[in-house]
């Protein structure tokens, strides 16, 4: 089992920035690949990025390339998001996820957080 733990979200003002992290126990970190999803209310769960495992790959959403940036600390067994002129469209839970491999499909991922809520006032 991995436990997920996001931290981070907040209200924040249209064209403003947020830093989103995620910190993982159970099992070694460095063996999943990690994702972050949204959803919106009323909304299916999207994706938003992921990073492999050793940090070399990355994978956006055209909805955030350019303005947010996922990385990650392995000997802090965390991933981070960065989240940078945020827009009102971008409210919603944000959740990280553990998988196998860096995937853009919600499905394929074993572990998932609670989530985080991030909220963009306009």
């Known amino acids: 089992q991995v436990q997920l733990i996001e931290s981070g979200g907040g209200l924040v003002q249209d064209g403003g920035s947020l830093r989103l992290s995620c910190t993982a126990s159970?099992?070694?970190?460095?063996?999943?690949?990690m994702g972050w999803f949204r959803q919106a209310p009323g909304k299916e769960r999207e994706f938003v990025t992921t990073i492999s495992r050793g940090g070399g790959t990355t994978y956006y959403a055209d909805s955030v390339k350019g303005r947010f940036t996922i990385s990650r600390d392995n000997a802090k067994n965390t991933v981070y998001l960065q989240m940078n002129m945020l827009k009102p469209e971008d409210t919603a839970v944000y959740y990280c996820?553990?998988?196998?491999?860096?995937?853009?499909?919600?499905?394929?991922?074993?572990?998932w957080g609670q989530g985080t809520q991030v909220t963009v006032s306009s």
């Open positions: 159970g099992r070694t970190f460095s063996n999943y690949a």
């Open positions: 996820a553990a998988n196998s491999v860096a995937t853009r499909i919600s499905s394929t991922y074993d572990y």
